[in-house]
């Protein structure tokens, strides 16, 4: 079994990434990508409808702007995620170098008008370039207000661009019109994609807000439990401690007796604090497997159980239970889990909890440290504790990466060593 340390080291770079790293990286090589597009479908077939040294040059254009549309999007991309500020610069050199192209397009029609092909080359430079300087540009607003104002600003500049240069108003209404269908579909594209990308943040960024939550109201049902025990008896201890002491100064022999009545309130203090703490260590290992399908399965991660606590005794159900516990907690905190599998099962004088979940990469940051899978060192503070509550009813625990993509968590305790010799 190899340890969660060499996990990390075999991952690779795509598979050290969290769920939301890798939604923003896909999305933002999406865009990247369109600046390919913009070249193969713009730029080279220029080649096909015009002479050799006037598309050179056009095709030189249609790469500047791709390029120039693809570092906007990076830099649109940071500021959606509020790692800088709004490219605004950046977004105005783009509107003013796609109109420039836009220009160059009409012109070039225009000095050709009986010439099929150079007519067919100037649209598909017109089009092009003003439908992915559109996407592009919607990138860099936030609104449905300034996306249709961008939108409605390009179809209208495509209108009033044409009209004055000679261009029929049919020809130029059309060309509108495809403006319109073909940038609105990037645009609509672009702010989907930063939809999506923010939606999947503010999913992980709940889910761990969830598990913080549940510590926090663990911890909470803890403080108010040792405050009900406590609070009383430490106000009598502090009374009669008061009386005592003034007893003692007036010479009177009851202040023995107060003090004597301390001691047993201190002494039954430390009993109720015990059974305290025993009642918060302690997790039935049924309730807890409950537990662990439901809070998965509300977290969209398939759980699958099996098996029964009904039986084994209760030192070997608390156990377990803190296993299945801590296990569930990694996997919710740290986890890019899809799928996870809880067994139980009893055999050869021994019960056998497995928990096994998908997202290795991430949850070996949390239950398994750096300990790897037996190890007795190294490990993160909850493996260390699971493997105290083990080894006290005589169990042990291994916990790493089954593959490059699994995570398992086995606990092994002996029936026979806890409950003086259950058979399986």
Same mark, same amino acid.
């Given at each position: 079994?190899?340890?969660?340390?060499?996990?990390?080291?075999?991952?690779?770079?795509?598979?050290?990434?969290?769920?939301?790293?890798?939604?923003?990286?896909?999305?933002?090589?999406?865009?990247?990508?369109?600046?390919?597009?913009?070249?193969?479908?713009?730029?080279?077939?220029?080649?096909?409808?015009?002479?050799?040294?006037?598309?050179?040059?056009?095709?030189?254009?249609?790469?500047?702007?791709?390029?120039?549309?693809?570092?906007?999007?990076?830099?649109?991309?940071?500021?959606?995620?509020?790692?800088?500020?709004?490219?605004?610069?950046?977004?105005?050199?783009?509107?003013?170098?796609?109109?420039?192209?836009?220009?160059?397009?009409?012109?070039?029609?225009?000095?050709?008008?009986?010439?099929?092909?150079?007519?067919?080359?100037?649209?598909?430079?017109?089009?092009?370039?003003?439908?992915?300087?559109?996407?592009?540009?919607?990138?860099?607003?936030?609104?449905?207000?300034?996306?249709?104002?961008?939108?409605?600003?390009?179809?209208?500049?495509?209108?009033?661009?044409?009209?004055?240069?000679?261009?029929?108003?049919?020809?130029?209404?059309?060309?509108?019109?495809?403006?319109?269908?073909?940038?609105?579909?990037?645009?609509?594209?672009?702010?989907?994609?930063?939809?999506?990308?923010?939606?999947?943040?503010?999913?992980?960024?709940?889910?761990?807000?969830?598990?913080?939550?549940?510590?926090?109201?663990?911890?909470?049902?803890?403080?108010?439990?040792?405050?009900?025990?406590?609070?009383?008896?430490?106000?009598?201890?502090?009374?009669?401690?008061?009386?005592?002491?003034?007893?003692?100064?007036?010479?009177?022999?009851?202040?023995?007796?107060?003090?004597?009545?301390?001691?047993?309130?201190?002494?039954?203090?430390?009993?109720?604090?015990?059974?305290?703490?025993?009642?918060?260590?302690?997790?039935? =290992?049924? @309730? #807890?497997?409950? /537990? *662990?399908?439901? !809070?998965?399965?509300?977290? &969209?991660?398939?759980?699958?159980? %099996? $098996?029964?606590?009904?039986?084994?005794?209760?030192?070997?159900?608390?156990?377990?239970?803190?296993?299945?516990?801590?296990?569930?907690?990694?996997?919710?905190?740290?986890?890019?889990?899809?799928?996870?599998?809880?067994?139980?099962?009893?055999?050869?004088?021994?019960?056998? =909890?497995? @928990? #096994?979940?998908? /997202? *290795?990469?991430? !949850?070996?940051?949390?239950? &398994?440290?750096?300990?790897?899978? %037996? $190890?007795?060192?190294?490990?993160?503070?909850?493996?260390?504790?699971?493997?105290?509550?083990?080894?006290?009813?005589?169990?042990?625990?291994?916990?790493?990466?089954?593959?490059?993509?699994?995570?398992?968590?086995?606990?092994?305790?002996?029936?026979?060593?806890?409950?003086?010799?259950?058979?399986?």
């Amino acid at each position: 079994m190899r340890t969660s340390g060499s996990t990390r080291g075999s991952g690779g770079w795509w598979g050290r990434k969290t769920t939301p790293g890798k939604v923003e990286t896909y999305t933002r090589w999406s865009f990247h990508f369109f600046a390919l597009i913009e070249v193969g479908a713009v730029g080279l077939p220029l080649f096909a409808q015009v002479g050799a040294d006037v598309a050179g040059w056009l095709a030189v254009l249609v790469t500047v702007h791709a390029l120039l549309c693809s570092a906007t999007a990076s830099r649109a991309l940071d500021w959606t995620r509020g790692r800088r500020a709004q490219p605004v610069r950046l977004l105005w050199f783009l509107g003013a170098v796609t109109a420039l192209i836009a220009v160059v397009a009409v012109v070039l029609g225009e000095r050709s008008p009986d010439d099929n092909q150079v007519q067919a080359a100037a649209t598909t430079l017109l089009v092009g370039v003003l439908s992915f300087g559109t996407g592009t540009l919607t990138l860099g607003v936030r609104g449905r207000r300034q996306v249709l104002a961008v939108v409605a600003g390009v179809v209208g500049g495509t209108l009033l661009l044409q009209l004055p240069l000679g261009v029929a108003a049919p020809a130029a209404l059309v060309t509108a019109v495809i403006v319109l269908i073909a940038g609105g579909g990037l645009a609509f594209t672009a702010v989907f994609s930063v939809w999506l990308l923010d939606a999947v943040y503010e999913l992980d960024e709940a889910r761990e807000t969830r598990a913080r939550l549940a510590v926090a109201e663990e911890r909470l049902r803890f403080g108010r439990d040792l405050h009900d025990v406590m609070g009383r008896n430490l106000s009598v201890i502090a009374l009669k401690s008061e009386l005592a002491v003034q007893l003692a100064r007036r010479g009177r022999a009851e202040a023995v007796e107060q003090m004597i009545e301390v001691q047993r309130i201190a002494r039954e203090s430390q009993r109720e604090v015990r059974d305290v703490v025993r009642g918060y260590r302690e997790a039935a =290992l049924d @309730v #807890e497997l409950a /537990g *662990a399908q439901g !809070v998965l399965t509300a977290a &969209g991660i398939e759980c699958e159980v %099996t $098996g029964e606590a009904a039986g084994l005794p209760s030192e070997v159900q608390s156990a377990l239970g803190w296993v299945v516990r801590e296990a569930t907690t990694n996997v919710l905190r740290h986890g890019n889990a899809g799928r996870c599998a809880v067994a139980v099962r009893v055999a050869e004088g021994s019960v056998v =909890l497995t @928990v #096994e979940n998908d /997202g *290795a990469k991430a !949850v070996d940051r949390g239950i &398994g440290g750096s300990g790897g899978g %037996t $190890g007795s060192g190294g490990g993160g503070a909850g493996l260390v504790g699971l493997r105290e509550r083990l080894t006290a009813v005589g169990g042990d625990l291994e916990a790493g990466a089954v593959d490059d993509d699994r995570f398992r968590v086995r606990a092994t305790v002996p029936l026979p060593a806890v409950a003086g010799g259950v058979a399986s």
